[in-house]
């Protein structure tokens, strides 16, 4: 029979119901679907559930009430792993609350939660899991739950994740574990240990006083159970000689308290130790005592035992002249241990004396070519140490050949090595012969690379070195040759304190030659600094003085920042007037202005002051470029016969090569400046009055700028053009000022101080608005009453409309001046 056809009115029958969207804003409702057998469900419910727990502790508690906690335990085992990961996320957030962590005790759910911590599993698994065991395992009955289960391995396996609140659930939990030896009353059970008959047993009890007694509180249990006396009495039997390292690691972790210092100070147990560092012995027991040593020589526990006391106990032992003799082991642990009690004992005046009277500093200096880098490492603790505040010590050291193998260690040690050798240098350095020395063998470019590190006691050493090395120009241009500004600039953004402090000190030392604050202006130490000193966080007296010593060494970029120079500012070759630059823009060096292309901004004036010996050549000096060339007519009228000369003088200047019309800059000569620098010296400094000395420089300068401008005029005054014709025949956006025949406020300003400081007259430069600028000079002018001495008083020079008056300041004459 064939199969019979279904009518069209028949509709398909149906398994189930279609999807149901579920909304529910009850907690009690969402509890109740953690029960549900449906996956998606129990998804979205521990999503809400975990949100809800979030927003407060309250709603922690209102969760337990509904009884949340029972079936998220049974869900963080579910065999989904989105449902095992939300449930693990909101039973880890209510886990922070006391009331439910005291119900999850009873819940047996640690199994469950040891079984995630697989490396496999979810990181956000991992992270609420440990979480969880973090909040627990402060309990004791839980830690016992966690052993147990043997809960350490994945948990330590965790350690290294690289999620940091994984990391950080996993050491909280092992620290409370370690706390249980000490709860659970393990420390007499583990002194009674030590009398076993076994010494295996005996071994493995001091592994485990070893390893807790790294905790205070325990450190305590373990002195008042008279722990550190049974230690003394295996100390004291040479026929537990084999257990006597073990038993020292536990002495040295017990020196950190003060109460046991005391202790074995009372106890004789220092004489003991010495006895244990003299006598021949196993170089690891000789290690560890000379370890305990240095615990004692840094102890600090003011309320039992004084600052510095260990160090003075162990100095009336004569323990110095132990551990010089130590320094000539066989074995490289021992001399390393025995540097680090040497730079401990350091710290005693009288124990750096002794040091050096026993012989050590040449001992420590040839340690530091020891082929193990932990003992090159200690050895340069110890002499960082020696050297600190004695320039005995640091003259031992410089004639055992010490500096010489630091600067060698600047490179390709450890950060440490590092860090202590640059100390030690800056030690060192502080005499002048070993600061002589260390810079013939190329200390201060050895420093360059460490301060490309990334380790900041690293940095806080090298660039104090640095500031202490780079004492003169030649020390200065070494290190700005090796590249050394580069990487220092860069430490002005550190935000380490006392990185950024000891980079501002060099920066500081360095702006005192002048090529090398040119090149940190460059690379925008400037720019930085400004940044810094705008920093209430930020600005000290380091950063402030690191600026005020570049713009003083830089004068063409403080002009340009600060708009003024002081009369201390004296104005030498190669000065140039870029303009005004707004805070936190880079002040281009004359070289990079001069290679740009012409352009129809403001020409940069530059002032070339010849040598003495150029200023005073003969009259018949050749310009640079011809009058004719420039249209430019200095002084007054000239005679028939003076003209021809001139002529000549031209003629001869066209003809000379350009290499000697040419500066080591690559500027010609300014022969016009030269000129008016000897008319400056022969006309106004023979005047007797310093007025008059003033009056005559501003009539020379204005006469050389152009002569009188009236101030309803000064539009007509047709300077721009002239500029614009200069930097067309030179080529170039820089203009000597010698040849500037047309200057209004601003260069007759800059060409007033140039003068000035050529022949010792004392004058500021300040820049105003809109091209102004102006010169402030002091007079003493007489009392009338003769009762007080004379009274200084400032005024600004007019340069443009009666030039040669003085126009006191804070006048409306001078007011007028500055903003005409």
Partial sequence: MGKKPKKESEAPRKEGFEPLSLESKTPATVVLLLNSQEEDILVKACEAIHTFAEKGD???????????????????????RLVRRNAFMALGIMATNGDVNNVLKKADAIPSM???????????????????????SADFTCRVQIYANNGMPPVIRLLTSSDPDVTKNSLEIIFNLVQAVHELGGIP????LLKSDFPVIQRLALKTLQCVTSDKETRETFREEQGFEKLMDILSNMDLADLHGEALHIVANCLRDGETLQLIHNDGGLARLMDF??????????????????????????????VGEGRSVLHEQEVEKALVELLSAADDDVKASACQAVAAMSFHPASKDSFRDWGGLPAVAQLLNGESSALREAATQALSSLTHGSQANALAAYEAGAHEVLIQQLCGSSARTVANSAAALCNMAEQEIIQSSILSHGGIEA????????????????????AVLACDNEARAKFHKAGGLEPLVALLHSNDKEVLQNACFAVDVCAGETSCAVEMCRLGALQILQQINESGNRRTSFSELAMTSLLNTNLPVKYSLTGHL?????????????????????????EELSKQPVNQNRAIIVVDIATEETVDLPEDTPPSLSEAELGIKRGGK????????????????????????QNMDGHKEDVYLQMLIREAKESVLPLKDEQEQYAALARLVSKAMGGVVAAEKLHQFQWVLHHSELKFQLKSNVIPIGLINKGIYCHRALLFKCLADCIEKSCTLVRGEYNRAWNEVVLF??????????QPRRYIVDLMHQPGTLLPVDTPAAALYQTI
């Fill in 58 to 80: 309250e709603n922690r508690v209102s969760l337990l009430g509904l009884g949340a906690v029972e079936p998220l335990c049974r869900l963080i085992a579910h065999s989904n």
């Fill in 114 to 136: 040891i079984q995630n911590l697989t490396p496999e599993e979810d990181a956000v698994v991992q992270e609420f899991a440990t979480l969880c065991l973090a909040s627990l």
């Fill in 189 to 192: 059970s583990l002194l009674e």
């Fill in 277 to 306: 560092v003299l006598a021949p012995s196993t170089p690891a027991i000789q290690s560890t005592a000379v370890q305990c040593l240095s615990r004692v020589a840094q102890s600090c526990d003011a309320d039992v035992w004084r």
């Fill in 447 to 466: 420093l360059v690379e460490p301060l490309r590190s990334n380790d900041a006691q690293v940095l806080i050493n090298t660039t104090l070195c640095v």
């Fill in 566 to 590: 002081a009369s201390t500012d004296i104005i030498t070759s190669g000065f140039y007037d870029a303009g005004k630059v707004c805070l936190g823009q880079t002040v281009l060096t004359l």
């Fill in 638 to 661: 000239s005679t028939p016969k003076k003209k021809k000369e001139k002529e000549k003088q031209y003629e001869e200047a066209q003809e000379s090569p350009p290499e000697k019309q």
């Fill in 781 to 790: 002018g007489e009392d009338p009453d003769n009762q007080r001495s004379p």
